[in-house]
């Protein structure tokens, strides 16, 4: 099976071309694929099948072989793929995914593509959707204890749930710790993505985020869009901010007027091989 490697700010998923591969166990492959000492080594697979109602489907699987429903970094590496590959020449393309169809953007630059621009929808904020177990209108700035200690929490789905909480310093976090208490809280029904922010002014953030079904990661791009939307909920920041990742950095803006959330950033291929 040929497979492709890529990467958007750090967020790294292997690919497979569905139109000309066929995978059995996507699930399986997943786990396998993803181990960084017997396998690939990536944050999850990602599929680029065909779709009965946009350009491409995407179909993607967590570390652990879960399923999930939108990844905004692995999404802009799919309209890399398809533009640089030949399996379209349109610079302004469609993705199905479980969470609807995005609409991408691509920049390209000496006949490839540099970045991609993702149109990432509305912001989720309603409990229920997210879903967070918490009877609340809105989940803003609302007071938690998670491992005997206060977060305040603001929750957002972007196709995928989300926990934002701030702090001065996310450099000496122990992540590994704290993540998975948020991750399998019996609040969220379906574990949750949590983002460690950190507010440098109006205009840029810092970011940490423990995602859910694969630990820590580089860069999470639906993570860096609930933490725009609960940054500029909270009075942080402003319409449209950058976020400064471990793995690189994201452009987000909240068209408040339209309720879409638009996401900017850079995508790469690091190499090709085949898995046996």
């Known amino acids: ?4 490697k ?18 059995v166990n996507p699930s399986e492959l997943s786990r396998r694929i993803s181990d960084r000492h017997f396998g690939v080594g990536s944050d999850g697979l990602i599929l680029i099948k065909p779709s009965d109602r946009a350009d491409f489907y995407m179909e993607m699987y967590n570390a652990d072989g879960s399923e999930g429903k939108m990844c905004g970094n692995g999404i802009r590496c799919v309209g890399k793929y398809v533009y640089d590959n030949g399996l379209t020449d349109k610079t302004e393309i469609s993705v ?20 991609v621009r993702v149109d990432m929808g509305a912001p989720i904020l309603t409990p229920r959707e997210i879903p967070v177990n918490i009877a609340e209108d809105i989940v803003k700035d609302y007071p938690v204890t998670i491992g005997e200690k206060t977060y305040r929490i603001t929750c957002v789905s972007m196709g995928n749930p989300h926990c934002v909480t701030y702090m001065d310093d996310v450099d000496n976090l ?8 948020f991750e399998k809280n019996e609040m969220f029904p379906e574990q949750v993505n949590t983002e460690f922010v950190r507010v440098i002014d109006r205009d840029n953030l810092q970011m940490r985020v423990w995602e859910r079904g694969s630990g820590e990661t580089l860069a999470c791009g639906t993570g860096t869009c609930a933490a725009a939307v609960a940054s500029i909920l909270n009075g942080y920041c402003n319409d449209t901010v950058k976020v400064k990742l471990s793995g690189g950095e994201l452009k987000i803006t909240w068209d408040r007027e339209k309720n879409i959330i638009y996401m900017e950033g850079p995508a790469r291929t690091v190499f090709t091989g085949n898995w046996d």
């Open 96 to 115: 199905d995914t479980l969470s609807g169809v995005k609409y991408l953007k691509l920049n390209v630059v000496d006949g490839k593509v540099d970045t």
């Open 6 to 23: 890529m990467q958007g700010a750090g967020n790294d998923y292997v690919y497979v071309d569905c139109f000309k591969e066929k995978v």
């Open 1 to 4: 099976m040929e497979f492709t």
């Open 174 to 181: 122990k992540i590994e710790d704290i993540g998975p208490l």
